[in-house]
């Protein structure tokens, strides 16, 4: 998870006091140090970057933050390595080769990049703008300055790839956090509502005779109609057997961040059977939330009957929550106790009422994992998408495919 862009210390006061040709040298600096880095950075993105710093002012670090990245950076691989180089650059360019080299060992570089490259991305980084060393007095001492800048990149980098079952308490804190802070946008459908639209394609007759009539007398400016968009309900179903007791925790975490501010997401837990906890996870407190799901569900932790619980969910709850081309996820290891034919059953009505069916298993993140239990062969042939759900990266990987969905 990249660092938010509120806690680099681009000090606006300081850049103020800057001249215009100042600035614009250490603009060129960082571009220079970002193309040895890897970057595909030409003239044309610096004079970009310029024109976009006219526009946007240099008082807010959030923006120059978004407007470099927006300009600087075309790769996902780089956006780690960005977000880094900008952290490091603009809070202290004096110190910089002191600081890459405590950084540069913990930093996960692109898998795409030898050694020899990695070697010329450190020297690039700790030349950075050592230009302008001794143009700042050195006010703090050096070792406490490198404990406070050691850590951004790597700690989080660690946390979004460990696995769930593996998190201490400290940690299960600062995941909240990441989860917080992660952006869940749901993929639209289209409508049969219609809204105003200037480039739209069909005309709206009544508003254009009303406006004519008020204004003009004659038909001369036509008004037209885009049909509308929503996004996609979206309904989540998650299991809290014995067998993802370890994984429970964190993925009703996931599902408060889902559903908060989200009034188009539904939310069910099942083991033996299924309980609706959507008013519960609308609470604005985490904490709160999990408690009160806690105190609501009396099968936490015991066996496991999909099939019946899929089946619950078809007869009393998927014409209510499965409207308009909702998405389904359904979050489980596969391990029923139950009829597996009665499983594969339900998974196939499900299939058919809603516009996508996701998957999620925990397992599936470890690498000698084959889904061989009865229950996942059972389901598969239904299934659209097949994801894992074990860290935070993977969610970052199913709230990707929740945006894109058609």
């Keep these: 998870m990249l660092c938010k862009p509120e806690r680099i210390l681009l000090n606006p006061v300081k850049i103020l006091q800057m001249t215009a040709n100042r600035f614009t040298q250490h603009l060129i600096s960082f571009a220079r140090v970002l193309r040895r880095a890897g970057f595909e950075i030409g003239t044309g993105q610096i004079m970009d970057a310029l024109r976009a710093l006219k526009i946007i002012g240099i008082r807010s670090r959030t923006d120059v933050y978004h407007a470099f990245f927006s300009i ?19 809070r202290a360019p004096g110190r910089l080769p002191e600081i ?44 406490k300055e490198a404990v406070d800048l050691v850590l951004t990149y790597s700690a ?30 749901i993929a639209e459908r289209r409508t049969r509502r219609f809204t105003s639209d200037t480039s739209g394609r069909l005309l709206d007759l009544r508003r254009t005779v009303r406006h004519n009539l008020r204004y003009h007398g004659e038909m001369i400016h036509l008004r037209k109609l885009t049909p509308e968009t929503r996004p996609r309900n979206l309904t989540i179903l998650c299991d809290i057997s014995g067998s993802m007791e370890r994984y429970s ?15 188009r997401v539904e939310t069910f837990v099942f083991g033996t059977r299924l309980t609706r906890i959507t008013r519960t996870l609308r609470q604005r407190d985490i ?53 597996i034919p009665l499983l594969a059953q339900e998974v196939e009505r499900l299939s058919r009422n809603c516009h996508r069916l996701i998957w999620l298993n925990p397992l599936l993140g470890y690498k000698d994992y084959e889904p061989l239990t009865r229950g996942m062969k059972a ?19 199913v709230a990707a495919v929740l945006s894109k969905v058609r």
């Design 72 to 90: 600087f950076v075309t790769r996902r691989e780089h956006m780690g390595l960005f977000d880094q180089a900008f952290h490091l650059f603009w």
């Design 100 to 143: 890459m080299s405590l950084i540069l060992p913990q930093l996960h570089l692109p898998q795409m990049m030898d050694t020899k490259k990695s070697l010329r991305v450190q020297q690039a980084l700790s030349e950075g703008d050592s230009r302008q060393k001794k143009e700042r007095p050195q006010r703090e001492n050096k070792e």
């Design 156 to 185: 989080t980098e660690v946390l979004r790839k460990k696995d769930f079952a593996q998190f201490t308490v400290e940690e299960v804190v600062q995941a909240k956090r990441l989860l917080a802070d992660m952006q869940w946008s």
């Design 249 to 263: 925790r964190m993925l009703l975490h996931f599902m408060h961040a889902m559903s908060c501010d989200k009034r």
């Design 287 to 339: 904490d709160d939330a999990i408690s009160s799901v806690s105190k609501l569900v009396n099968d936490w932790a015991g066996g496991t009957r999909i099939g019946a619980a899929l089946k619950e969910f078809n007869y009393v709850w998927a014409r209510r929550v499965l409207r308009s081309g909702a998405m389904l996820l359904i979050i489980s290891d596969g391990w029923d106790r139950g009829e």
């Design 379 to 397: 389901v598969l042939p239904y299934i659209d998408d097949f994801l894992p759900v074990h860290n935070l990266a993977s969610l970052e990987q």
